[in-house]
Each structure stands twice: as C-alpha cells, then as structure tokens.
C-alpha cells in the first residue's frame, strides 16, 4: 500500500502537493482558541475555505484519472489524464494567483523545483512568477494617499500605470523620481499581512500528525521560524534594510549587482529601488551554453558568499528573482525573506563540511549533524544509513573537478527533502531541520533547481573551497579572479578607512 501510495505522490506531483497543504487547511475546522479579532479568524477561514475547495476540485479530477484506468482503455484514460492535469494547473494558477500571499508562493515553488512535471503545466505555473493578476491602479492610488498623502503622480515626475511585475507579495511600477532617476516602485496588496497570517494559523493542525512521520522533527519551532521570516517579508522598510546591506557589501562587485534603495520614496508598504535593465530567465534560457554557465556560477557565488562572508541568505531564490546580463553579470532583486546567521550557527554548518570532504571521520561528522540539529542524539541509525542519505546533497561539491548540473538532479533533491522517507525512512524519521537553518531549504528546493534548469557546469567544489572560512582557495575561474581583485580592493579600503 504504501509503495503504491509513494507512485501515487511521484507521478501526480502537482495534486500531491496540494494534498499535502489540506493537512493545514482542514484545521480552519478544528475547534482552537483564537487570540486576535473575529475579522482575523474569518479572513482565515475564507482563505482555508478557498484552498479547501481547490483541493477538493484537484481530487475529483484525480477521481476521475483513477476510473476512467479501470473502465476505458488506456488510450483514452490517457487523454483523459493529460486534461485532468491541465485543469488542475490551470485552476491551481487561477485561485492562487488571485489569493496571493503564502500559499501563491507555493504554487511559485511547484513551478520550477521538479522536472517530472509536465512542460505544460510548468509554463502555466510560471505566470505565478512574475505574472499573478494585479490590483487596480485605483487602489494604488488609495495605497499612496494612505502612506504619503500624495497621488503617484504627484510623488513621481513620472509614474506608470501598469506595473511590469505582479507576484505574491505586491507589484512593481516603473517610475521617474523628481530628480530624474528611473526607479521602481513596489507596491504591497493591501491586507497582505493578514493574509498570510491566516495562511500559517492554518498550519496548526500539522503538529498534531507530524510525530507519526518524523519522530525528531521540531515542528513547532519550525514552523514559528518560518511565520518569522514570512512575516518580515511584508515590511518593506525591512526589506530595504536587507537590501541596503546587500548593496553596501556588493558594491564595486564585477559582476553582482544590487539596485539601490531610495529611502525617501519607500515606507513600510511602499519600496523603491534603483531600476535596471536586463533580461529575464526565459531570455536566458535562450543564450549560449557558455553565457548560462557563467550566469549560474555567478548565482551560486552570490548565494554562499553571501552566508559565509556577510553571515545572510537571501531566502527567496527563484527565476522572477534575477535579471540578467552578458558575461555573467546578474542583477539581484526581492531581500525581504532574509535570514541572518551568528558566527555559532555557521560553525555548526562548517563543521559538517570539514568532517565530510577535509578531514573524513565519520564519527565526528554524525556529531555534527546531531550537534547542528539536523539528526536527533543517539538515533537508531546507522553511520551507513546517514551517510546514504547525505550522499545527494553534498555530490555537487564532492570532487574537486567540473560536474554539469541537470533537472534531474535538482528533482532527486527535491525528491530528497518532501518525500526521504521512500528510500530512506528510518533516517528521515529521525531528523529534522533546525528552525535556525530552515531558510536554507531553498537552496534544495529552488537554487538547485535554477542550476539544473540551466545544465550549469563548473567545478563547485572549488568555487565553494573560495567562499568556506579556514579555506580561502586560489579561484580558478575567470569570475573568481575578477572577484577576488574586487576583494583586495575593499579590503584595502576597510583598512585604510
């Protein structure tokens, strides 16, 4: 049963994923002690209510998938399949879309981290991206009155209309400030916050069951980390402070680039930034190997510098997320899910690597892991069966040597984190994902999935050997070098300073 159950989830991803958010969503009808306003709770029930009603939907269709393989032919049952799925894809887009808020940020997430999904249903699923239904420019007028008591038009020398990006959060104008700078401009959906606070309260439920399937999971400490982070992603002065550190840290780089951000124009609701042009993922996807390999080298140096050197992680890393330009310049955009680490933090995350791939000891190395948080103390597993279950996760910097990244191998981590129990059960019942490190998930469930989207090569364990404290490797690269001219350059001026 449960091998057929595990098909199951393999082959209908997409309603599985959606299955998987009704264990929350069905707890709007638990009986639970509510501490906010009634108008809290209702939000939280209309917005269980709709993804409940979405899922329902979902499984009829899959209903219908199931009988229509035991009494058609398997010609038919196909066809049968294939517009069941399109349905469900296209429903999924149309009610997130228009939900926005953290359960969007799913469906942005099933867009791109698994490549057993159809490449229809993965383009549909893209509009959630960069692409969702925006709100009327009526209500961005009201927004604007409401934060600066001043039209867009009076606040701007030049304010578009139509924005050129909507996502799960706000959307994005294009304008000119009074002194001339192109800028844009993010706008928040209003009562966003709410929304998403309904979203996570409908989280509750989970702790109930997730003691039946993972034994060492913290669940409650994980899922308060993650209200945290998804919370301060709606306070955009927040985000401006993210993203300012990032600017100042980056600036002078080569080939990073972080847009500046025009304090004087933003506020809690209202962020602007610097506006830079460039090309989008899909754009990229069309280029020379060559440029895609430097694109990606450039991402995965800007993600690991980043939590090794400025101790952050730019949580939300997905294609909308990045423009692009030649040579492996790339332009760096949305900073409001950031995680911040202490120096103990990335001690523990370092010491895994160093027992891993610099000085092998396999007993040190489950310490490690326990001592991270990652695998309860004297769990009935083996040092066989961990190292087994590692053994994906850390092949991408395993050997020093050039290794080209696929959708494959982004899927089988994926697969990895959502579904380990399949093939390694009595380690996953065991582990956990310590709420300190929680963030970092997307890099297994979204970075990784952006380098194999592109078949990136390159030599990551050596790049990865540039940006690890104690190691400081020689770069190798042409990207590396440049950079590493950039770094004795701010080094030097640190010290003069």
Same mark, same amino acid.
């Given at each position: 049963?449960?091998?057929?159950?595990?098909?199951?989830?393999?082959?209908?991803?997409?309603?599985?994923?959606?299955?998987?958010?009704?264990?929350?969503?069905?707890?709007? +009808?638990?009986?639970?002690?509510?501490?906010?306003?009634?108008?809290?709770?209702?939000?939280?029930?209309?917005?269980?209510?709709?993804?409940?009603?979405?899922?329902?939907?979902? +499984?009829?269709?899959?209903?219908?998938?199931?009988?229509?393989?035991?009494?058609?032919?398997?010609?038919?049952?196909?066809?049968?399949?294939?517009?069941?799925?399109?349905?469900?894809?296209?429903?999924?887009?149309?009610?997130?879309?228009?939900?926005?808020?953290?359960?969007?940020?799913?469906?942005?997430?099933?867009?791109? !981290?698994?490549?057993?999904?159809?490449?229809?249903?993965?383009?549909? #699923?893209?509009?959630?991206?960069?692409?969702?239904?925006?709100?009327?420019?009526?209500?961005? %007028?009201? !927004?604007?009155?409401?934060?600066?008591?001043?039209?867009?038009?009076?606040?701007?020398?030049?304010?578009?209309?139509?924005?050129?990006?909507?996502?799960?959060?706000?959307?994005?104008?294009?304008?000119?400030?009074?002194?001339?700078?192109?800028?844009?401009?993010?706008?928040?959906?209003?009562?966003?916050?709410?929304?998403?606070?309904?979203?996570?309260?409908?989280?509750?439920?989970?702790?109930?069951?997730?003691?039946? #399937?993972?034994?060492?999971?913290?669940? &409650?400490?994980?899922?308060?980390?993650?209200?945290?982070?998804?919370?301060?992603?709606?306070?955009?002065?927040? *985000?401006?402070?993210?993203?300012?550190?990032?600017?100042?840290?980056?600036?002078?780089?080569?080939?990073?680039? @972080?847009?500046?951000?025009?304090?004087?124009?933003?506020?809690?609701?209202?962020?602007?930034?610097?506006?830079?042009?460039?090309?989008?993922?899909? *754009?990229?996807?069309?280029?020379?190997?060559?440029?895609?390999?430097?694109?990606?080298?450039?991402?995965?140096?800007?993600?690991?510098?980043? @939590?090794?050197?400025?101790?952050?992680?730019?949580?939300?890393?997905?294609?909308?997320?990045?423009?692009?330009?030649?040579?492996?310049?790339?332009?760096?955009?949305?900073?409001?899910?950031?995680?911040?680490?202490?120096?103990?933090?990335?001690?523990?995350?370092?010491? !895994?690597?160093?027992?891993?791939?610099?000085?092998?000891?396999?007993?040190?190395?489950?310490?490690?892991?326990?001592?991270?948080?990652?695998?309860?103390?004297?769990?009935?597993?083996?040092?066989?069966?961990?190292?087994?279950?590692?053994?994906?996760?850390?092949?991408?910097?395993?050997?020093?040597? %050039?290794?080209?990244?696929?959708?494959?191998?982004?899927?089988?981590?994926?697969?990895?984190?959502?579904?380990?129990?399949?093939?390694? &059960?009595?380690?996953?019942?065991?582990?956990?994902?310590?709420?300190?490190?929680?963030?970092?998930?997307?890099?297994?469930?979204?970075?990784?999935?952006?380098?194999?989207?592109?078949?990136?090569?390159?030599?990551?364990?050596?790049?990865? %050997?540039?940006?690890?404290?104690?190691?400081?490797? *020689?770069?190798?690269?042409?990207?590396?070098? &440049?950079?590493?001219?950039?770094?004795?350059? &701010?080094?030097?001026?640190?010290?003069?300073?």
């Amino acid at each position: 049963m449960t091998t057929n159950l595990l098909r199951f989830v393999h082959k209908h991803r997409l309603t599985s994923l959606l299955l998987l958010a009704a264990v929350p969503i069905i707890s709007i +009808f638990g009986y639970k002690k509510y501490n906010k306003e009634l108008d809290s709770k209702k939000h939280q029930i209309v917005r269980g209510k709709d993804s409940l009603f979405l899922i329902l939907r979902s +499984f009829s269709r899959t209903v219908v998938v199931f009988s229509s393989k035991v009494f058609m032919g398997k010609e038919k049952s196909k066809v049968i399949e294939e517009q069941m799925v399109m349905k469900n894809t296209e429903d999924v887009v149309n009610t997130l879309g228009n939900m926005k808020g953290a359960l969007m940020k799913l469906g942005q997430l099933a867009s791109f !981290i698994d490549d057993g999904l159809p490449e229809n249903v993965r383009e549909s #699923l893209k509009q959630l991206q960069t692409q969702a239904p925006p709100m009327s420019y009526e209500l961005v %007028e009201k !927004i604007f009155i409401e934060n600066f008591d001043m039209l867009p038009t009076a606040m701007f020398r030049k304010f578009e209309k139509i924005p050129i990006a909507a996502a799960s959060i706000g959307q994005v104008h294009k304008a000119v400030t009074l002194t001339g700078e192109k800028v844009a401009v993010k706008v928040q959906y209003p009562n966003i916050a709410s929304t998403i606070e309904a979203d996570l309260a409908n989280l509750d439920l989970t702790s109930l069951f997730a003691p039946l #399937l993972w034994k060492g999971l913290d669940l &409650k400490s994980l899922v308060e980390e993650l209200k945290v982070r998804l919370l301060e992603e709606v306070d955009y002065l927040n *985000e401006a402070k993210n993203q300012q550190m990032f600017y100042e840290y980056y600036l002078g780089h080569p080939f990073i680039k @972080i847009p500046k951000v025009y304090f004087e124009y933003s506020n809690r609701y209202i962020l602007t930034s610097e506006f830079v042009n460039g090309s989008s993922f899909d *754009e990229l996807l069309t280029w020379p190997q060559t440029q895609k390999d430097l694109a990606a080298e450039t991402i995965y140096r800007f993600s690991f510098r980043s @939590i090794y050197r400025l101790k952050a992680f730019n949580g939300d890393p997905h294609p909308g997320n990045y423009l692009f330009h030649r040579n492996g310049k790339v332009t760096f955009l949305d900073f409001g899910l950031v995680k911040l680490f202490s120096d103990d933090e990335l001690s523990q995350l370092t010491d !895994i690597w160093k027992y891993t791939l610099f000085e092998y000891d396999v007993d040190k190395l489950r310490s490690a892991v326990e001592n991270a948080g990652f695998l309860m103390k004297n769990a009935p597993v083996t040092n066989e069966e961990l190292i087994d279950f590692m053994e994906v996760f850390i092949a991408l910097v395993a050997k020093n040597e %050039e290794l080209q990244l696929t959708p494959e191998y982004a899927s089988e981590i994926a697969r990895r984190v959502l579904f380990g129990r399949a093939s390694h &059960k009595e380690v996953v019942k065991y582990a956990n994902i310590p709420s300190a490190y929680a963030i970092l998930q997307r890099i297994n469930l979204g970075l990784i999935a952006i380098l194999g989207s592109l078949y990136a090569k390159s030599n990551w364990r050596s790049i990865s %050997e540039e940006m690890w404290p104690s190691i400081n490797g *020689e770069p190798i690269t042409d990207l590396g070098k &440049k950079e590493l001219i950039w770094l004795e350059s &701010k080094n030097k001026a640190h010290l003069l300073s």
